[in-house]
T-cell receptor
Framework: DTGVSQDPRHKITKRGQNVTFRCDPISEHNRLYWYRQTLGQGPEFLTYFQNEAQLEKSRLLSDRFSAERPKGSFSTLEIQRTEQGDSAMYLCASSLETKGDEQYFGPGTRLTVT | KQEVTQIPAALSVPEGENLVLNCSFT??????LQWFRQDPGKGLTSLLL?????REQTSGRLNASLDKSSGRSTLYIAASQPGDSATYLC??????????FGQGTTLQVKP
């Protein structure tokens, strides 16, 4: 197993464009989390899935953000009408089953909105 | 509401020194605590996970301790090396599983 993977690693987009990121978790992991990290800060939770069900969303996740995990495998995070404030590192993590299981992180997607 | 704090925000030490990074949390009802390493522009690498029933965990030159009653954890790095230079983050899971992170301590080990 190669761990959690994310694609793309870097994305530069103009304000107002839509972007989509993909995360492939470790294959036997049922939980998948999305976090956002701005410079000099710790990651902040955005949303998480248990299999294909999206169970929690942060207030950080405005209406312009949507996440999916079809069939409980990979997940996508879409940002519509991007704003400069969306510039950040978007991190994906996965864990086995329960809320106390260790989370393993991917390399992240660095988004720059110009 | 759980809050996690890391002090200091930055630390610079000469190679070979032993050092301690601090992490504090406000709600002692935690399942576990994880320490991560993050290199510039990269994702997070899990270093150690301490279960709430444990007092410490060791991996190589790293030793993490947990004192739930006082809401504190420390990460001890022995014989620091320039390759240890990175940002170190601690995190605790909420009751739904999402991790709550501190702001991190950026460590520079000078050769």
């Amino acid at each position: 197993d190669t761990g959690v993977s994310q694609d793309p690693r870097h994305k530069i987009t103009k304000r107002g464009q839509n972007v989509t990121f993909r995360c492939d978790p470790i294959s036997e992991h049922n939980r998948l989390y999305w976090y956002r990290q701005t410079l000099g800060q710790g990651p902040e939770f955005l949303t998480y899935f248990q299999n294909e069900a999206q169970l929690e969303k942060s207030r950080l996740l405005s209406d312009r953000f949507s996440a999916e995990r079809p069939k409980g495998s990979f997940s996508t995070l879409e940002i519509q009408r991007t704003e400069q404030g969306d510039s950040a590192m978007y991190l994906c993590a996965s864990s086995l089953e329960t809320k106390g299981d260790e989370q393993y992180f991917g390399p992240g997607t660095r988004l720059t909105v110009t | 509401k759980q809050e996690v704090t890391q002090i200091p925000a930055a630390l610079s030490v000469p190679e070979g020194e032993n050092l301690v990074l601090n992490c504090s949390f406000t709600d002692s009802a935690i399942y576990n605590l994880q320490w991560f390493r993050q290199d510039p522009g990269k994702g997070l690498t899990s270093l150690l996970l301490i279960q709430s029933s444990q007092r410490e965990q060791t991996s190589g030159r790293l030793n993490a301790s947990l004192d739930k009653s006082s809401g504190r954890s420390t990460l001890y790095i022995a014989a620091s090396q320039p390759g240890d230079s990175a940002t170190y983050l601690c995190a605790v899971p909420s009751n739904t599983g999402k991790l709550i992170f501190g702001q991190g301590t950026t460590l520079q080990v000078k050769p």
